[in-house]
């Protein structure tokens, strides 16, 4: 925590479905001595998604939503506008949920105290105080995965038109009651009097959003959830029941939908999902600002873990936590990896600029899709470090684990490249995986590009 400037955290650990054991580290606020526990209130981030899309199964289970059905009959407020371009413009519930309806807008900014915060509507078409382009469609719904936060927006409008009521409002009943989840609430601003409330800290551990102390997040179903560690781990808890047939919160054969991929992408009814037998499981993490939390279940074993921070490093922080919690549970989900040593001779070999070969298939590219829509990769060599650049974002650095393989940056589910070489000795391609994705990049000819 004092490595990565953290200074609150908050954990969760499940055994057979419920928990077992929630703590709170560290400080609501640095400089104060208000502890941290286990009812203490984080901003999620986008774990509010899984928690939205549970809401939504739930009516799904009462019959009340298909997940079928063209949510525009649902519509009543707003309507995706129709894209000619694409043969079936037809955007489900369940391609919301999976991340391949091809709406856009990746995900939203924060919005500080005193900044008016935008209605629903005015997030969808993107108009002011919305920060955000409009949410529209660009690919042919349920050909390709990318992340939308805009898409999940509009599963929170087709809750609160098919209710007539708020989205708090139906969350409360449909999900916070039953679970249990009392404090947990998705009203944005957070008012200050429900108390307990972690703090708002930047990269240097320094309290941010000033003078309330925590940022706002009107765009609810995506990214607008304050929960703790013990509501939260009791919400992982009524899922992994569910799946397992041990609870009544979803339906199994529901929990079995909601935990199973959507192809082409890795997520299924929410979640994001990988593993196999005792090592399946489902996840999610979430990264406001200031906040930055991880909630994972084992579906066949019970087990499960929430992670919650106040420090805009805490994802770095999260990705030790959560490694050493698989450990300390014998799941080992990733296990150890060491790096070895190459000369620069040899990485040098492989700079130079790699293009998105767009003949693989979507089924295989999967979640990477979206990651790299840009479609150019260019790799480097400083002071004896390779890095990769994707579009205008900082260089990352690529570490070494065979002489072709590399990780990317520590990440809870890091990106690894291996380089091609042919029978001449050029190295000639670039092979990115995650999970389940793969995408393939081209080398370039020229200086710098193949021999």
Known sequence: MAYYHVPGVAIAVLKDGKVVQAAGFGVREAGTQEA??????????????VVTAATTLRRVAAGKLDLDRDINTYLTTWKIPKAPAFADNKVTLRMLMSHTSGLTVWGFEDYLPGEKLPTIVQTLDGVAPAKNEPVRIDFEPGTRMRYSGGGITVEQLVLQDTTGKPFETIVRSELFQPVGMRRSTFVNPLPAGVGNIAKAHDKNGQ???????????????????????????????????????????LPRTIALQMMTEVSPSVHGLGPRLEGDGEARIFHHGGSNDSYKAWIEGYLETGDGMVILTNGTEGNKLNVEIRNALSDALGRGINPLVRTVELAPAVLADYTGTYRLDARVPNDLT???????????????????????TRNKQQPVQLLPVSPTRFIGPVEILPLRFEFLRNARGAVYALVVERGNARVYFRRDTGPGGAK
């Open 36 to 49: 941290v526990n286990a009812d203490t209130l984080f901003s999620v981030g986008s774990v509010s998604k």
């Open 207 to 249: 309290r941010a959003a000033l003078p309330r102390g925590w940022e706002s997040f009107p765009e609810q179903a995506a990214s607008g959830l304050w929960t703790s560690a013990n509501e939260l781990g009791a919400f992982v808890g009524a899922l992994i029941d569910s799946y397992r047939g041990k609870g009544d919160f």
């Open 366 to 388: 999967g979640n990477l899709a979206g990651h790299f829509e840009a479609g150019t990769l260019k790799v480097g060599l400083s002071d004896g470090v390779m890095t990769m």
